[in-house]
């Protein structure tokens, strides 16, 4: 897959619209609270229940802002890199977007491998998470 790599300034700049006094912005753990602590001027809330925005990193398929939106109806959802709602943005629908506090020399496959394993409270072996990724990658 193709890579796109995304700068602090560019993460800053995606920022801006939503970083106003009178919002409260809830990130979503783990990389929306990431870049929540960047904002300069809007107020950053550990809870949804108090916030006006809540913010993801990205918004690819719509199911994280689909399950965040269903319990919270009456909340903005903002993401930086957003290719279902923003043009200027859906050319990151054919790309793996990576951002400046991730580890380029990570692979993030095994990553995401692993943690699917362990919150299936699979065994995690470097067989189960070569398996697991040839299963995903050979069935799309």
Not at 66 to 93: A, M, N, S
Not at 106 to 116: C, F, G, R, S, W
Request: proline residues 3%; positive net charge; aromatic residues 12%.
């Amino acid at each position: 897959m193709k890579k796109d790599y995304i700068t602090w300034d560019e993460v800053f700049k995606r920022l801006k619209p939503i970083d106003k006094k009178e919002n409260i912005i809830y990130g979503i753990p783990y990389e929306g609270m990431i870049v929540s602590s960047f904002l300069k001027n809007a107020k950053v809330t550990a809870s949804p229940e108090k916030a006006n925005i809540i913010l993801d990193v990205v918004i690819a398929s719509g199911l994280t802002e689909f399950r965040w939106k269903d319990i919270y109806k009456d909340k903005e959802f903002y993401g930086l890199i957003d290719t279902k709602h923003r043009d200027e943005d859906k050319k990151y629908g054919d790309y793996y977007v990576v951002f400046p506090w991730d580890d380029k020399e990570v692979n993030h496959d095994e990553n995401h491998a692993i943690k699917l394993l362990k919150h299936h409270n699979k065994t995690v072996t470097t067989k189960n998470v070569k398996k697991l990724i040839k299963i995903i990658v050979d069935n799309f």
